[in-house]
Every structure is written in C-alpha cells, then in structure tokens.
C-alpha cells in the first residue's frame, strides 16, 4: 500500500518548547545552567549546556504544546495503563524546582563520571573494561553484548549465544556482564568460555555492583554496553533468541547512515503520555514515537561524533538514582538520554508483533508470551533451483517474505519477556503457535498511511489472566487498523516453524521460571 506521508528513517529531537505561546507575564525564565564551565570535555559540555538551558515550564503551561502534538483521545489509549493510572498524580505536581534538579543530578553524575575517569572518557568509543588511553577501544570494532548472572539468566545467555553461531554469527566478540557476586557456577562460566573459543573470540564475564532496595536492577545493561570492549555494540538481553544470522545488521543501511546517528531502537507496544513529566523535564514537547523495547540495541559509541557513549552514561544515571525519568524502567532511558542530548537516533522501521497462542484450543483469546521484533532490511534472497529435461534455472525469491508485503523486513528477535510470568502452559505445541500483528501493510513507523494513521488506531501491553499469568495482545481501539491473527508456523515463509521445538530444546526455558 502506498503511503501518503514518509518521513525520514531517523528521528531528530524536537525543538523545543516554544515559550512565545505562553501568556505574557506566566512564566519566569528559570535555567538548571550553572554560571560556572562546565567540568566535560567539550563536545558533551556543549550537548549538555544546551539541555541545561531548555525552558522550564508548569504541567498548566506545557499542556497546550504537549497535546497538540499528542492528542489526548489517542495517548490515553496507547499509554501503559498501568503506568498513567499509578503516576499520573505525580507527573502533574513536578514543579520548576523538581525539574531544575533533576537536570542539575545529571550533569553531576556526568562530571562525577568525567573527573573519575579522564574528560576523554564519556566521548565514544571510550575504553576498554579496566583500563586507561592505552586501551581505547578500536573505532568500528564489533561485538554482542549480553547481560547475566543468576542461575536461569545464564542458562538462556547460553542458548542466545548457541543461537547466534547456529545461524552463523561472524560478526565479532560476545562479551557477557554480571553483577558482583553473581556468575559463581563454574560449569555455566566454562560453557560461556567455551562458547568464546568456538567463534574464536573472547567471552568476558565483568563485574558491576548491584544497586540496594531496587524491584529490579536495571542499571547493569547501559553499563554493559558503555563498559564493553567494542566500539559497534548489539545489545541482547539474556531470554532474547535471534531467529537469523545477526552479522549482516551492522552493515544495514539504517545503522551506518550516520545522520541516524548510528544508533538502531526496537520499539515496544505503548507510548508516553503528553501529561508524562518527562517531556517537561527534557524540555521538549510531547512528540510521535514509540517507547522501546530495550532487549536488542543496536548502537556505535563513536556515533554523533561521539555523544552516543554519552548518552549511555547518561541512561546509566537515570538507571542509578533509580528514578529513570519517570519511564518504567531502563527501557526508555536510552530514548530520553538521546532527546537530552538532542541527537538523533534510528527506529526500527517496523512495529512489532506478538509471539503466542490462545488460553485454550477451544478459546479465542489471544495470550502473548513474546515479542517479535523484525529485521532492518528486506528478506535475503533465497535461491530456487529449477530442472527440466533441458535446462536448469536458478531464481531468487525473498526466503522469509510475507506475501502481502514481499518488502518487509522478516523476523529477526524473539524476546520471551513474558514467559516467565506464565504458567498452565506446556511446551511442545502450544506456546509459541500464533502470531498477533498489526496488518503488514500498515506497520511501517515512519510513514503514514491513507485514509488514516494506523499506527495511531492500535495499542497493546499486558494483563494479568487467571489460570495462565501475565498475557501480552494487540488490539485497534478505533477505526484504520487492521489486526489480524495468523499461523506463526506458517507466516514468514515458516521463519518460525520449529521455533518452539527449538527454544524449549534448551534448559531453564521452562513457563514460569523466572530467577
């Protein structure tokens, strides 16, 4: 289907909020910029001096700005309902002096960071786990990053790395990171040594501290990634499993265009909320893009001449005062640290989908237990050989298209985030069955389709259902978007058809299993 609007692959940060709309006399200039310099090197001094003098406004006179761009009739559907019901109060009585010291902890940390670590430190490609400027790392290297360490996180760990080199990974080092004191089993380390032998590259197990009074510690994935000894990094969370070869994604187009900052985000199934404070606190007006689905990340630290690591150090603060800027988690800090830091960044450029099937065979209620995030370019050809009595012909035709749209990107991540908070189901069969969509003809983020934006008719996220945990669905809350239903065995040209015969093959992928 034709699309009426596209727009380019990347997002830039929006302009900021325009104080001219204000009332005369309803706002007092207040700034979170000291008179002093700033103690950064100076490519993040400039970043950061920038975000520092963003305006400060009220929820009252943010509100106009922040729905104009995020009507309120579509945000309220498409937010974490969870999220807006719980913190919605909150948001609204963050005032000037909450925000102008939340800005204020952000440039300490990364001055705290700066003057610990050398002012050459926070500008990509960094350094090496350990060590100083003799072991920088190598500008263009690359590598898998993985975060891990209790017991059933390093079993999966394990299987996402078994994965990988199935399916053919030559790309680089896999490095694997683990809180202080975790790791200890010293079968599960061999596995991981050896695992590194194998692709004839090193498997590093680095250790961070553990933040205390935490639901879950989060603040160990930017760390990994910021920490690693490579320069081009994708990013895996542990129950994360790659349905194809990943080598080839740092070569897609979308990564090394550099006005996309070399830095790729998945995205995940809600938005925020123009009465989110964040949009306040970054100083910037409510905008069109997805929250994100941080289990894969595909980013350059060299990218944005070097901000990129920045950034990472800057989700890593949020991940640390344990606040994350008002999202729910680790997720989003990466989006709001690149906002903050206004450089632009890379969606994926489809929606994803969920991996599942219904709560019975007799039902159809739809029970996600995954997400499936999609590919950064069209499916590789797959060669089709023909023989007749006096020739033979050899044709290509996309191996994983779907037939509706033969363009679009196939399957590429399955993160079973939600299969440990499920149980009632038995593998073999009736786990990963059906896949909940939107239409693939309407799926592209960065376009806009006629008569309507579906992308702005359809929602998702989770709820809790007796007898079976915490289910994920997809649905269309108006008119213009056309969810369907369909075989995953099938769909994809049958990208998925042994996949559930192949993930429960490994151990500590059992529903319900969770630490």
Not at 112 to 124: F, H, K, P, Y
Not at 175 to 204: P, S, Y
Not at 220 to 230: G, M, V
Not at 388 to 395: A, V
Request: charged share 20%.
């Amino acid at each position: 289907m034709a699309s009426s609007l596209c727009y380019p692959p990347w997002l830039d940060t929006p302009a900021v909020f325009d104080v001219s709309q204000l009332i005369t006399g309803d706002h007092t200039p207040t700034s979170a910029l000291p008179s002093r310099p700033l103690a950064l090197h100076p490519v993040v001094s400039s970043a950061m001096a920038r975000f520092l003098s963003r305006p400060v406004l009220t929820h009252a006179q943010a509100r106009p700005q922040n729905e104009a761009a995020c009507p309120r009739a579509q945000l309220d559907a498409q937010v974490n309902a969870d999220q807006l019901q719980g913190e919605r109060a909150g948001w609204l009585g963050v005032d000037a002096a909450r925000i102008v010291a939340m800005r204020t902890a952000a440039l300490e940390y990364l001055e705290g960071r700066s003057a610990a670590e050398g002012l050459d430190a926070l500008v990509g490609p960094g350094r090496k786990p350990g060590g100083g400027e003799a072991v920088a790392v190598e500008v263009g290297s690359r590598g898998v990053v993985l975060a891990a360490g209790n017991h059933k996180t390093v079993d999966k760990a394990v299987m996402c790395v078994k994965e990988m080199l199935r399916l053919g990974w030559t790309g680089g080092g896999i490095e694997v990171f683990h809180f202080e004191g975790e790791m200890t089993d010293e079968k599960q380390r061999r596995q991981l040594e050896e695992l590194g032998v194998t692709i004839r590259t090193q498997t590093r197990q680095v250790s961070t501290k553990k933040a205390p009074n935490q639901w879950k510690n989060f603040e160990l994935k930017a760390e990994s990634i910021l920490r690693s000894s490579f320069d081009e990094v994708l990013y895996l969370d542990s129950d994360n499993v790659p349905l194809s070869d990943l080598t080839a994604l740092f070569g897609s187009p979308l990564f090394r265009d550099p006005r996309g900052g070399n830095a790729v985000f998945w995205p995940d199934l809600n938005r925020d909320h123009p009465d989110n404070a964040v949009h306040r606190l970054l100083g910037i007006p409510c905008h069109d893009a997805w929250e994100l689905d941080s289990g894969q990340v595909l980013i350059a630290k060299s990218g944005n001449g070097g901000l990129n690591l920045a950034a990472l150090y800057l989700a890593q603060h949020m991940a640390e005062d344990g606040s994350y800027w008002f999202s729910g988690g680790d997720k989003d800090t990466f989006r709001y640290a690149f906002l903050a830091l206004g450089i632009p960044y890379t969606p994926a450029p489809r929606w994803l989908s969920l991996l599942g099937s219904n709560l019975t065979p007799q039902s159809d209620i739809f029970c996600g237990a995954a997400m499936l995030q999609y590919g950064l370019t069209p499916p590789a050809p797959a060669p089709t050989t023909t023989t007749t009595t006096t020739d033979t012909t050899t044709d290509t035709t996309p191996g994983h298209a779907d037939p509706a749209d033969p363009s679009h990107p196939e399957p590429l991540f399955v993160h079973a985030n939600l299969l440990k908070h499920q149980s009632g189901v038995r593998p073999g069969g009736g786990v990963f069955t059906l896949l909940r969509r939107l239409s693939p003809l309407q799926d592209d983020v960065r376009a806009d389709y006629p008569p309507g934006t579906a992308l702005h008719s359809v929602t998702g996220g989770g709820k809790s259902v007796g007898g079976r945990g915490l289910c994920s669905d997809i649905r269309a809350f108006r008119d213009g978007a056309d969810v369907e239903t369909v075989d995953a065995r099938t769909a994809y040209g049958g990208v998925l058809a042994r996949f559930e015969e192949v993930y429960f093959g490994y151990p500590g992928t059992r529903p319900g299993v969770w630490r």
